[in-house]
């Protein structure tokens, strides 16, 4: 059984170009959360998608947008990149319907914009 | 908004001894679930434990238990019993019982284990 999928697992951009990191998510499971960790701190919330809706948004600008797929993997994307985009961005899987459902995290996408 | 803070940005343990974790979070709600994870450095995040607000039990998973004070909104982990394994980044998270997915994670604990 395949855990949560991430690609790719490391990415070079220049200052104002836009990127797209995929995620598969845990099979069983139809929702996905995104998450930005940037060095040496605790991940933070980006959005989370279900029913290919985002359903819960974080404290991030525009410039950050996602889409769900039908067979439940997503992708996130940021546009106009920023030197402070440079992060790890985790995804993370879980079933809607399960009122405890627990989060099943990817090993992430190194984003370095320079 | 939710907080949480974790105060000890690094610990140390000796192999096969016993280290606590602190973690305190903010809230104004009732119902909410608790978690701690671990990140090693494959980056892959690891539910080591989980406690639901409403239990007064505490969680055990193996050599891992906390301690959770909800008056004092405390969410303390153990670890038993040291492994150079658990050598890894800890990050308490805290999650609405009502308000979507979204885990509010504090800054992280770094685990080291002297052998």
């Known amino acids: 059984d395949a855990g949560v999928t991430q690609s790719p697992t490391h990415l070079i951009k220049t200052r104002g170009q836009q990127v797209t990191l995929r995620c598969s998510p845990k099979?069983?499971?139809?929702?996905v959360s995104w998450y930005q960790q940037a060095l040496g701190q605790g991940p933070q919330f980006i959005f989370q998608?279900?029913?290919?809706?985002?359903?819960q948004r974080g404290n991030f600008p525009d410039r950050f947008s996602g889409h769900q797929f039908p067979n439940y993997s997503s992708e996130l994307n940021v546009n106009a990149l920023l030197l402070g985009d440079s992060a790890l961005y985790l995804c993370?899987?879980?079933?809607?319907?399960?009122?405890?459902?627990?989060?099943?995290f990817g090993a992430g996408t190194r984003l370095s914009v320079l | 908004a939710q907080t949480v803070t974790q105060s000890q940005p690094e610990m140390s343990v000796q192999e096969a001894e016993t280290v606590t974790l602190s973690c305190t979070y903010d809230?104004?709600?009732?119902?909410?679930?608790l978690f701690w994870y671990k990140q090693p450095p494959s980056r892959q995040m690891i539910l080591v434990i989980r406690?639901?607000?409403?239990?007064?039990q505490n969680a055990t998973e193996n050599r891992f238990s906390v301690n959770f004070q909800k008056a004092a909104k405390s969410f303390s982990l153990k670890i038993s019993d040291s492994q150079l394994g658990d050598a890894a980044m800890y990050f308490c998270?805290?999650?609405?019982?009502?308000?979507?997915?979204?885990?509010?994670f504090g800054g992280g604990t770094r685990l080291m284990v002297k052998p």
């Open positions: 993370a899987s879980s079933q809607q319907a399960v009122a405890k459902n627990i989060q099943y």
């Open positions: 099979s069983g499971h139809d929702t």
């Open positions: 998608y279900y029913e290919e809706e985002e359903r």
């Open positions: 809230t104004s709600e009732s119902d909410y679930y």
């Open positions: 406690q639901e607000a409403y239990k007064q």
């Open positions: 998270a805290y999650r609405s019982a009502w308000a979507g997915n979204m885990l509010t």
